[in-house]
């Protein structure tokens, strides 16, 4: 059973840095696709980052230059820096993965609040 586990949420000043931690169980080279999505109050999930098993990157332009996605293949896990944070970053940031069968999985979801 695929487990996706999400940390490194919680509460900073606009300006300031997160860094989001997903862990995988098993092997993350199971995923050819994995990614940051996030959920403001009242609002549609959204696409973050995406990164591939190659190592291929996708941003939304809200965070380019800002974030950044990355992946270890011997830790099995994909991390997301978050930098120059603002108010509207606020939300709950999921962990997503696609398999090679194009099956997804998500996390449970980690809290990010950016007080201005």
């Known amino acids: 059973q695929v487990q996706l586990v999400e940390s490194g949420g919680g509460l900073v000043q606009a300006g300031g840095s997160l860094r989001l931690s997903c862990a995988t169980s098993?092997?993350?080279?199971?995923?050819?696709?994995m990614g940051w999505y996030r959920q403001a109050p009242g609002k549609q999930r959204e696409l973050v980052a995406t990164?591939?098993?190659?190592?291929?990157?996708n941003y939304a332009d809200s965070v380019k230059g800002r974030f950044t996605i990355s992946r270890d293949n011997a830790k099995n896990t994909v991390d997301l820096q978050m930098n120059s944070l603002k108010p509207e970053d606020t939300g709950v940031y999921y962990c997503?993965?696609?398999?090679?069968?194009?099956?997804?999985?998500w996390g449970q979801g980690t809290q990010v609040t950016v007080s201005s």
């Open positions: 997503n993965a696609r398999s090679w069968s194009s099956r997804l999985y």
């Open positions: 990164i591939t098993n190659g190592g291929s990157t």
């Open positions: 098993g092997s993350i080279s199971r995923f050819n696709n």
